[in-house]
């Protein structure tokens, strides 16, 4: 219920005015003057402005108050989240995503950030001189292209990130798959077509866990060394699943630019709000999910199976849409459960 403080209302009348006004035949003659319709305008317009904000902050109340619930629920749990796709282009919704990822830490939750950077290494590639390619989605990567890829992701986009959090209030802690070899690569089955495009093969998250307890939040840019040393650069949507079951996440957040997964591809109306892994499969099976989509079904089923409790798919051109999907019950995407 909401309340309201009482306030004046528009029809109140103010006191007529003692003053004397003197007239043309001397001052013995005195009349009231007529009062002023001006402060009563203004009576009336600073009620309904302080109604207005009352109301507003009300509602800001009522938000909180509902989210507690989910707060508590996830509390102390750590939640992992995919960041790449429009999100990472729009300034706007890059700050939005920020400031979502920080007020989860402050209400705490454990929050690890794994990104990509597909827009901002293409730009890179130009500058030297280097056309990108691409096979069946994925980049060719040759020994410069993947020097390339470094450099950006964790010397640029890696820490610009970092910086973002650290200016919205929060502690970040800037990471990529070589440090204390979070994660190992393995060459992909393509590589002879692909180059140093590769596959998680193990993931080491002793260092990781310090940095969640501690309430800091983890950005983790997803380049990676085989047992030689060999750089690769590692899908983020892949290493954020393998990465959310070595530290016991309770949720996987792959942040999209699309809605979520469709019933019909050709409906965005058709949004399935949640499904299990055996719906995933059948889905897939029926065509009706495929494309650019397939591997991130994958993704999350994996991390299902081992041990994440939920996996989300949700659209990143929404703002604020992790807070949507984690402190809602109606979400923004869709849920896939064990």
Same mark, same amino acid.
């Given at each position: 219920?909401?309340?309201? !403080?009482?306030?004046?209302?528009?029809?109140?009348?103010?006191?007529?005015?003692?003053?004397?006004?003197?007239?043309?035949?001397?001052?013995?003659?005195?009349?009231?003057?007529?009062?002023?319709?001006?402060?009563?305008?203004?009576?009336?317009?600073?009620?309904?402005?302080?109604?207005?904000?009352?109301?507003?902050? /009300?509602?800001?109340? #009522?938000?909180?108050?509902?989210?507690?619930?989910?707060?508590?629920?996830?509390?102390?749990?750590?939640?992992?989240?995919?960041?790449?796709?429009?999100?990472?282009?729009?300034?706007?919704?890059?700050?939005?995503?920020?400031? #979502?990822?920080?007020?989860?830490? @402050?209400?705490?939750?454990?929050?690890?950030?794994?990104?990509?950077?597909?827009?901002?290494?293409?730009?890179?590639?130009?500058?030297?001189?280097?056309?990108?390619?691409?096979?069946?989605? /994925?980049?060719?990567?040759?020994? /410069?292209?993947?020097?390339?890829?470094?450099?950006?992701?964790?010397? !640029?986009?890696?820490?610009?990130?970092?910086?973002?959090?650290? %200016?919205?209030?929060?502690?970040?802690?800037?990471?990529?798959?070589?440090?204390? &070899?979070?994660?190992?690569?393995?060459?992909?089955?393509?590589?002879?077509?692909?180059?140093?495009?590769?596959?998680?093969?193990?993931?080491?998250?002793?260092?990781?866990?310090?940095?969640?307890?501690?309430?800091?939040?983890?950005?983790?840019?997803?380049?990676?060394? #085989?047992?030689?040393?060999?750089?690769?650069?590692?899908?983020? #949507?892949?290493?954020?699943?393998?990465?959310?079951?070595?530290?016991?996440?309770?949720?996987?957040? /792959?942040?999209?630019?699309?809605?979520?997964?469709?019933?019909? &591809?050709?409906?965005?109306?058709?949004?399935?709000?949640?499904?299990?892994?055996?719906?995933?499969?059948?889905?897939?099976?029926?065509?009706?999910?495929?494309?650019?989509?397939?591997? !991130?079904?994958?993704? @999350?089923?994996?991390?299902?199976?081992?041990?994440?409790?939920?996996?989300?798919?949700?659209?990143? &051109?929404?703002?604020?849409?992790?807070?949507?999907?984690? %402190?809602?019950?109606?979400?923004?995407?869709?849920?896939?459960?064990?």
């Amino acid at each position: 219920m909401l309340l309201t !403080k009482p306030h004046l209302s528009s029809s109140t009348s103010p006191l007529p005015s003692t003053r004397l006004a003197s007239t043309a035949t001397g001052l013995n003659q005195a009349r009231p003057i007529a009062a002023s319709h001006a402060p009563r305008r203004r009576l009336r317009i600073a009620a309904t402005s302080a109604s207005t904000v009352e109301e507003a902050a /009300l509602s800001r109340v #009522d938000v909180l108050s509902e989210a507690l619930p989910f707060i508590q629920r996830f509390k102390g749990k750590t939640v992992v989240v995919k960041y790449g796709g429009a999100a990472m282009k729009s300034p706007e919704l890059q700050s939005s995503v920020i400031r #979502d990822l920080v007020l989860l830490s @402050c209400v705490g939750l454990r929050p690890v950030l794994v990104h990509g950077g597909g827009p901002e290494i293409n730009s890179w590639l130009l500058r030297v001189g280097i056309e990108p390619q691409f096979r069946n989605g /994925l980049r060719v990567t040759d020994a /410069l292209t993947m020097e390339v890829v470094e450099m950006v992701l964790v010397g !640029k986009v890696n820490k610009h990130l970092v910086s973002l959090i650290n %200016l919205a209030g929060g502690t970040a802690v800037g990471l990529c798959g070589k440090d204390a &070899r979070l994660l190992t690569a393995r060459p992909s089955p393509n590589a002879a077509a692909l180059g140093f495009v590769g596959e998680v093969s193990r993931v080491d998250a002793t260092a990781l866990h310090p940095i969640i307890t501690s309430g800091h939040i983890s950005v983790i840019a997803t380049v990676a060394a #085989d047992e030689t040393g060999q750089a690769y650069n590692i899908n983020a #949507d892949t290493a954020a699943g393998e990465i959310a079951a070595a530290v016991g996440a309770e949720k996987l957040l /792959l942040l999209t630019d699309v809605s979520g997964i469709l019933a019909d &591809r050709n409906d965005p109306g058709s949004l399935v709000k949640e499904i299990n892994i055996a719906g995933v499969h059948q889905m897939v099976a029926d065509g009706q999910v495929a494309g650019g989509m397939i591997p !991130k079904v994958e993704c @999350c089923v994996r991390a299902l199976a081992q041990g994440v409790h939920t996996a989300s798919i949700i659209d990143g &051109r929404v703002p604020h849409s992790l807070l949507l999907e984690i %402190l809602t019950d109606e979400g923004t995407g869709t849920m896939i459960t064990g």
